[in-house]
C-alpha cells in the first residue's frame, strides 16, 4: 500500500475522536478513506510506527491504523 490509494476498514475498530461522535465509541468498520502517509522514517532514520498508515476519510476526519486493518479498494 502506498499514498494515494483508497482502502477500507476491514476489522471492527473502535475511535473516540470522529468529528460526529466526539468521546464516545465509534466503529469505523467498512468506512473508505485515501491513505495520506506512510510513517517509515523520521528526519531520514528508520522507524517502527506502531501505526503507520494514515488515512483521511470524508470530512476532517483522520485516523492512523495498521496495514491488517485496511483492505485495497
Same mark, same amino acid.
Given at each position: 500500500? +502506498? /499514498? =494515494?490509494? !483508497? #482502502?477500507? /476498514?476491514?476489522?471492527? #475498530?473502535? /475511535?473516540? $475522536? $470522529? &468529528?460526529? $461522535? !466526539?468521546? *464516545?465509541?465509534?466503529? %469505523? +468498520?467498512?468506512?473508505?478513506?485515501?491513505?495520506?502517509? /506512510?510513517? !517509515?522514517?523520521?528526519? =531520514?532514520? &528508520? %522507524?517502527?510506527?506502531? @501505526? &503507520? @498508515? *494514515? %488515512?483521511? @476519510?470524508?470530512?476532517? @476526519?483522520?485516523? $492512523?491504523? !495498521?496495514?491488517?486493518?485496511?483492505?485495497?479498494?
Amino acid at each position: 500500500m +502506498q /499514498v =494515494g490509494d !483508497r #482502502v477500507r /476498514v476491514k476489522e471492527s #475498530v473502535m /475511535v473516540y $475522536h $470522529h &468529528p460526529e $461522535h !466526539r468521546n *464516545q465509541a465509534f466503529d %469505523i +468498520q467498512g468506512l473508505e478513506g485515501e491513505i495520506t502517509a /506512510v510513517l !517509515r522514517e523520521w528526519n =531520514g532514520a &528508520p %522507524i517502527s510506527a506502531n @501505526f &503507520p @498508515f *494514515q %488515512i483521511k @476519510f470524508a470530512g476532517k @476526519f483522520r485516523a $492512523h491504523l !495498521r496495514e491488517n486493518e485496511l483492505e485495497l479498494i
